[in-house]
């Protein structure tokens, strides 16, 4: 088949009747996607799923290693096979690790299960990355690699909108049709509500009931006073509804995390004495604002409800539950009860949730409350089923479509030069440019804050507002972040580059800086003032993405200024090697820092971090005339 395809090549090296327009959008949108899905779409599905934050910014941070390390094998998609052979295996190997990615899924040990197959993702995908980009030089007349340029950045970022947006708004849509029906609890305060009798939950009888599995709660509607409470009875309930949910099994991750320690051995030097007095030094003077009160102080008043299932769940099923604030007031509040899972063994046990008034709430007021049961691993399943399908269409249609450029040769066989000698001299070269130490800061320090906001945004707008969260469905994230954030993001980097055409790299340069780094701060006012209206958390997304947009494109008109000379392709791989590697470092801390500070200082943090971004923007080397249009 090579052989009776090499006749349809023509003397610029194009293949015959396969116009540009049928390869270079999809081959950059299958590019996009599974990069997305194991940077974004994993951290979503996490969250959904009930792991922390500290592992999800740890363990998906890990996931940007291909992408820094992908320089060390690159020549070895040159030494053996095509450029054309490697994509399309890529794409299969892709299309396979999606598959077991929604097939580990609904395993009890899910995580362990599903991060290999991400591992598998990420290095077909970095893979994939090289031989795409290389093909594209090989595929195109110099002349049609200007003009397509812009198609590519356009798909790519259609695989962006694609991941973030559509794919979340799938997830989000399965979760809210399957499971149980959600059922709304409103919560009513007032000055002159009776006090409640508190019940003992082993005094509520449960027993089965005919019809569908549903959520019961008990009372349906729910009055507090605002008379203030003591600290140390309102102390005792709390702890008795927490000891009540751990000892029914509620709360998996507890339970699990107590299995773990008792197995765990000695902790090591570095975290007895370097950690564990990081932890408490920034707990002691960054931590969430507690204000030190005596047992015999007054504190706002709180109530109980229980939940409980109609009747028992499948052997082996669970069901699990997440209730939350979803409108109203913000004096009320959920002290214990977030999230909660039922189980054979446990569905005729009622569940403690305690809500808590803020003791400044004198006057009437209300707030809404769901408890939504949503087939989480399902709707994640499919999400991943669906994206199986498409990468196995990619592997197809590229197989018949993508051309074959008469340079798409394998370097292996070449007597003329040593393989060897060749990589290590590329490497060699890149480390001898001039200024290569402050270009490396720059590399790994512009983006410093940008990388740890990213791992926390969604996790702080899916979480419940009684976390510092601001309480968004499924949907509603991917909507912000996939629809209106990527819509913002590519309007910025349109503007970016026309504008650094225009007038060149260095007269924008300090603009740019400033554009990624200043809209941070509207994450700071988010977590302080915790928004009820979905459009103005639009809006603030929309102003940080289209910053970043505009200031991302410094950082890559930069990389390819760093690379211009004999080996502009090898170094260029180095140079995304490095932006990985910014980005992967400060991710997997930034979860650990948010669950110790919470997530008010932790965005203030965020905007202090943008500080080495323009220190080491001060010191680069820059021609002036780099990016203007030249006539």
Known sequence: MERRAERLIDSNGNSKGRHPWFWVPTLYFAEGIPYVVVMTVSVIMYKRMGISNTDIALYTSWLYLPWVIKPLWSPIVDIFKTKRFWIILMQLIVGAGLGGVALTIPLPDFFKYTLAFLWLLAFSSATHDIAADGFYMLGLSEHQQAWFVGIRSTFYRLAMIT???????????????????????????????????????????????????????????????????????????????????????????????????????EPSWWRRVIVANLEAFLRKHFGPEEKAARPTDWVGNVATIFFHLSNKPETGKEVVVNFGRESGDNSIGLAEGVRFVFNDRNWNKPVMAVIQLDPKLKGASAASFKARAGNIPLAWSITFFVLTGMFFLFFIYHRFILPYPATDTAAFGDKSRSVLSEFFMTFASF?????????????????????????????????ARETGGLALATGQVGFVYGTVGIIALTLGGLLGGFVAARNGLKFWLWWMVLAINLPDAVYVYLAHALPDSFWTINLCVAIEQF??????????????????????????????????????????????????????????????????????TKFIPLDPEFGKKIK
Not at 551 to 559: D, E, Q, R, S, V
């Open 547 to 616: 910053g970043y947009g505009f200031g991302f494109t410094a950082y890559m008109l930069y990389m390819i200024y760093v690379s211009e000379g004999e080996h502009k392709t090898a170094h260029f791989a180095i140079c995304t090697g490095f932006m990985a590697l910014g980005m992967m470092l400060p991710g997997m801390f930034s979860g650990w820092l948010q669950e110790i500070i919470g997530y008010q200082n932790f965005f203030m943090w965020v905007v202090l971090a943008t500080i080495p971004g323009f220190i080491a």
């Open 163 to 265: 991941g973030q947006g559509l794919l979340i708004i799938l997830a989000g849509y399965v979760e809210s049709h399957s499971g149980l029906p959600t059922v709304e609890v409103t919560i009513s305060a007032r000055p002159e509500a009776q006090s409640i009798a508190a019940i003992h939950p082993d005094s509520i009888v449960i027993t089965a009931s005919a019809g569908d599995l549903e959520i019961m709660t008990l009372p349906e509607r729910l009055e507090i006073s605002t008379s203030p409470h003591r600290k140390n009875e309102v102390d005792s309930i709390l702890a008795f509804a927490k000891a009540w949910n751990i000892q029914n099994g509620f709360y998996t991750e507890e339970k699990k995390a107590q299995k773990q320690t008792a197995k765990s051995k």
């Open 431 to 463: 480390f001898k440019k001039k200024n290569i130490g402050v270009i490396l800061t720059f590399l790994l320090l512009y983006r410093f804050a940008e990388a740890q906001l990213v791992k926390l945004a969604s996790p702080f707008l899916l979480d």
